[in-house]
């Protein structure tokens, strides 16, 4: 069982919906990321959050929007999506750079989007 | 600029046939090389941290093992439950980032 837990598990959407994506994680990590993945490759990254201040953003399309509302829940607002984000969204966390080394990332099983 | 590459891309075993998958690494201050196993349409799970050469992690039929330049993950006698993709990453003294390999897709035929 991973504790980084992931809702929906699959969701379908239209290109005019608005959605969402939540991740809960209750390993006391600080650091949270959203990760993208299509087939066959490896996760990409989109958003690192540290402290629950966003510290990294992969020149990602505003159409996603990213929220840390505490230590533990870290959201993905989608509008207006296009099919070709039709993917793997995975969640992750860690301690944070500076604080325990060699702290590794923890992922959760995913929310496979569909845009159509 | 760090950097990760694995290979090979795919492996296919017979059962019981041991091999190694590679992954080499170049980074700005290593703070931690780590293995995970990824099942289709699951997130990766953890398997092992490395972070000093000559370091070795064993569980069950798997070793990884590190170098300066690079990490083995070593499959012995597999079986087909063993069968996924294998992805290994770095993480550098320079942030929160980590940077991921393309992964080996590992494949043990019955």
């Known amino acids: 069982d991973t504790e980084v837990t992931q809702t929906p598990k699959h969701l379908v959407m239209g290109m005019t919906n608005k959605k969402s994506l939540k991740c809960e994680q209750h390993?006391?990590?600080?650091?949270m990321y959203w990760y993208k993945q299509k087939a066959k490759k490896p996760p990409e990254l989109m958003f690192v959050?540290?402290?629950?201040?966003?510290?990294i953003n992969e020149s990602v399309p505003s159409r996603f929007s990213p929220e840390c509302p505490n230590s533990s829940l870290l959201n993905l607002h989608l509008h207006a999506l296009q099919p070709e984000d039709s993917a793997l969204y995975l969640c992750?966390?860690?301690?944070?750079?500076?604080?325990?080394?060699?702290?590794?990332?923890?992922f959760g099983n995913g929310t496979r989007l569909t845009v159509t | 600029e760090d950097q990760v590459t694995q290979s090979p891309e795919a492996l296919r075993l017979q059962e019981g046939e041991s091999s190694s998958l590679n992954c080499s690494y170049t980074v700005s201050g290593l703070r931690g090389l780590f293995w995970y196993r990824q099942d289709p349409g699951k997130g990766p799970e953890f398997l092992f941290t490395?972070?000093?050469a000559g370091e070795e992690k064993e569980k069950e039929r798997l070793k990884a093992t590190l170098t300066k330049k690079e990490s083995f993950l070593h499959i012995t006698a597999p079986k087909p439950e063993d069968s996924a993709t294998y992805l290994c990453a770095v993480r550098s003294n320079t942030g929160n980032q980590f940077y991921f390999g393309t992964g080996t897709s590992l494949t043990v035929i019955p």
């Open positions: 390993m006391g990590h600080r650091a």
């Open positions: 959050y540290s402290y629950e201040k966003l510290s």
């Open positions: 490395l972070y000093s």
């Open positions: 992750a966390s860690s301690q944070p750079s500076g604080t325990a080394i060699n702290s590794p990332l923890h």
